[in-house]
């Protein structure tokens, strides 16, 4: 009765009925003895979206018992698919979500509008909030991101959304003047491949037609016929007409192997692993494809130098098993720790989900990793890369690669093994001090979010 946040987990040796069955037990029995009002929340870890709607009855007023429990539903699945789609997009931008998601000095607070701050324009308060970067508003429990509209006027019951290190920010601070920046044509049309199949696909094709430009396409590769994931296909396909999703029956080992540009050209690659009775979770089968992709792509580099070459992004459901993949640049593993990483923003403040939910999504604001020469080529310091990024109506979050001192690779992997943390030597620098000096280098990128715009 005295916490504020009771986090439900079913164990990892149920299968997906007895983890269901395990987790409305539990909400049944926090229905029924928790007093009424209670002023926490009950934050639960569910494998599938689909059993969300049974989850949300048992906590619901006058089903299961009287009153409501505060509830919030993190589905696996949906959160891993989001993750996916959006690696799929851009390298290096999963190790950019993995920091906002771990409390890496770049978390999601609230905090109160100043007086001195009521009606005044966001552009205004943007730049006044020092020690963290203002990232929106809190306006009747719907966050209001990256807003385009820089004279929006602030209210009094608003909470401004800001990234912070945990201290409270001052509102001191200033912004040097910045000239126009032009916001970027439309994105090219991208060709994303997914190779397997299991119950991320769906939540996966779904994720890839909001996020992909219009005429880009997503082809499904399996090596038979599979009735299922035409299915998935015909459904995802009506949402929106603009993306073209087929199933293509051809064997990825085989295309692999002959190192083909069917998928070594493609711009990502996307591996979710084949669950079986020996592979539950598919990792296996996954991280080996990943092995025989890198291989291929090596050869396909070798043979057409200059020629681009795809993403490959891994879906592993047992974090330990993405520790002893070395990342490369372009490639990311994408494992189920995130889950945890959400659970634990969660604790910190329930209210954190809506925004963290659109971050991931990249439906209405995206995170994007801008090449520093075009988008904001004299920038100095970070305060002038904020400065340029507002001109677009964008706000810029960090610095990417980190340009702090780094360990030596053999230290990095060491810590990837003691710390059984997939992530460490991939590091981007969010909510860097505003007077950080920007390396000027043909790889250095400023990472923003920005509008999601479509004609």
């Not at 069917?262 to 990792?283: S, T, W």
């Not at 080996?288 to 890198?294: I, V």
């Amino acid at each position: 009765e005295q916490a504020r946040a009771i986090v439900v987990i079913p164990p990892s040796s149920a299968d997906d009925e007895q983890s269901v069955r395990w987790t409305l037990a539990v909400l049944l029995a926090l229905h029924r003895v928790l007093p009424d009002r209670w002023p926490g929340r009950v934050l639960v870890e569910a494998r599938h979206d689909e059993t969300r709607e049974l989850l949300d009855l048992a906590v619901a007023p006058d089903i299961a018992g009287a009153g409501a429990v505060p509830t919030h539903v993190v589905a696996t699945d949906r959160v891993v698919a989001q993750i996916l789609a959006q690696s799929a997009r851009q390298d290096a931008l999963y190790f950019v979500l993995r920091h906002l998601l771990a409390f890496d000095g770049c978390e999601i607070y609230f905090e109160p509008v100043p007086a001195d701050l009521v009606a005044q324009p966001f552009g205004l308060a943007h730049a006044r909030v020092d020690g963290a970067i203002l990232l929106g508003l809190m306006r009747a429990g719907r966050p209001l991101l990256c807003p385009e509209d820089a004279s929006l006027a602030l209210r009094a019951d608003d909470r401004l959304v800001v990234v912070a290190d945990g201290k409270r920010p001052r509102f001191d601070g200033s912004l040097p003047s910045a000239g126009s920046v032009p916001v970027a044509s439309s994105a090219e049309p991208e060709r994303i491949v997914v190779l397997g199949h299991n119950a991320t696909l769906r939540h996966l094709l779904d994720e890839l037609v909001e996020v992909l430009p219009d005429r880009s396409q997503v082809d499904v590769l399996t090596d038979r016929e599979e009735p299922e994931v035409a299915r998935v296909i015909e459904a995802t396909s009506s949402r929106r007409r603009t993306i073209t999703v087929s199933q293509r029956q051809r064997s990825a080992v085989s295309l692999a192997r002959e190192g083909s540009p069917e998928l070594c050209a493609a711009d990502a690659v996307v591996i979710l692993g084949e669950e079986g009775a020996d592979d539950v979770n598919g990792d296996a089968s996954a991280l080996a494809m990943l092995l025989r992709l890198r291989k291929a792509v090596k050869t396909w580099s070798a043979a057409a130098p200059g020629e681009p070459t795809a993403r490959l992004v891994t879906e592993v459901r047992d974090p330990r098993s993405a520790v002893h993949v070395e990342p490369r640049p372009g490639d990311a593993v994408v494992s189920s720790d995130v889950i945890a990483m959400l659970l634990a923003q969660g604790v910190l403040d329930p209210d954190a989900f809506p925004v963290y939910d659109e971050l991931l999504s990249g439906l209405r604001t995206r995170i994007v990793l801008r090449d520093l020469a075009t988008y904001a080529p004299d920038a100095r310091t970070f305060a002038d890369a904020m400065a340029s990024a507002r001109t677009r109506s964008e706000i810029a979050l960090g610095i990417h690669p980190d340009p702090r001192p780094h360990p030596s690779r053999a230290v990095l992997d060491r810590r990837r093994l003691e710390e059984g943390d997939a992530s460490v030597g991939e590091e981007a620098w969010l909510n860097p001090p505003r007077e950080t000096e920007i390396p000027h280098a043909a790889d250095v990128k400023i990472v923003v979010v920005a509008p999601v715009r479509r004609a």
